[in-house]
């Protein structure tokens, strides 16, 4: 008979809190000695392979307002569709690619920046492949559990009608706000955390 683990259940969650910037990015607060850069800050290097891109991320709340104070985590796969984990077991990842960064939003505009390059695709459970995305992860005062979302690239049409993750959106009319429109070699991406503009969030 199983026994009882009560003494185990899980512990409530919590807001982040104003000391996520603190915590995680101690460079960006001005706090030095810590870490030679913030963890998750530089994800490419001179050897890195594939399109070399950025990310132009804001988060803005249900009134149309960036949030300040917010923590984004992103990963990816590289050019070739392969993780940098390792769990990954159809081949090795680009060794000169991170796969995952964090950037806190500016103070002033609500914007992260992150440099990257363009990953390819991965197959879904099933074999099917899915269009080329990034997850992201965020974190703000006042967000008590982290939101789970998708950026899509919006000149990928193509791979885009084929995914199957976008093809399990019921309202048609929320996929574009999983879409980054592209700006020569940026691409710019909103997170609506409320509103008309709501972004869809993921349960995992």
């Not at 910037?21 to 050897?47: K, Q, R, W």
Request: net charge negative.
């Amino acid at each position: 008979m199983a026994q009882s683990l009560d003494r185990l259940k899980e512990s409530p969650s919590q807001t982040a809190g104003p000391y996520v910037h603190i915590g995680l990015t101690p460079n960006f607060c001005g706090i030095g000695g810590v870490y030679a850069s913030d963890l998750g800050s530089a994800m490419v290097n001179g050897e890195t392979r594939g399109e070399r891109i950025e990310l132009r991320i804001r988060v803005l709340d249900g009134t149309g307002t960036p949030l300040k104070d917010a923590l984004i985590e992103i990963w990816q796969a590289d050019a070739e569709g392969l993780y940098n984990s390792p769990a990954e077991l159809r081949g090795a990842a680009d060794p000169n690619f991170l796969g995952w960064g964090r950037q806190p939003t500016d103070m002033e505009t609500g914007v992260c920046l992150f440099q990257t390059i363009k990953p390819g695709r991965v197959p879904f459970r099933d074999g099917r492949l899915m269009a080329p995305h990034i997850t992201l992860w965020i974190v703000a005062r006042g967000i008590n559990l982290g939101l789970h979302t998708r950026l899509y690239f919006s000149d990928e049409e193509k791979a885009n009608d084929e995914d199957p993750i976008l093809a399990r959106i019921e309202h048609r009319l929320r996929v574009p706000t999983l879409i980054a429109e592209r700006q020569g070699d940026t691409y710019v991406f909103d997170v609506h955390l409320q509103g008309e503009k709501e972004t869809v969030f993921f349960d995992s």
